[in-house]
């Protein structure tokens, strides 16, 4: 506690106590972000396996005519 009478002391010591850092889940976060993702390029990948053909197809039969 400051007793000096300043006012820089007299503010300082109405300042927030120290607590605790609330603990982050980073790790967490970053392996559901991982999981989306490997979902987001799976399904990806099947639309190109299976609409592939179907795609270029139908831009070839665009740009033929």
Known sequence: ??????????ILAQGW???PSQKTNTG???IVLLIGLGILVAVG??????????????FDGLAGS
């Open 28 to 30: 967490r976060v970053v």
């Open 17 to 19: 106590t120290d607590t």
């Open 1 to 10: 506690m400051e007793n000096s009478g300043s006012l820089t002391g007299h």
């Open 45 to 58: 990948l099947l639309v190109v396996l299976l609409f592939g053909d179907a795609f270029s197809n139908l």
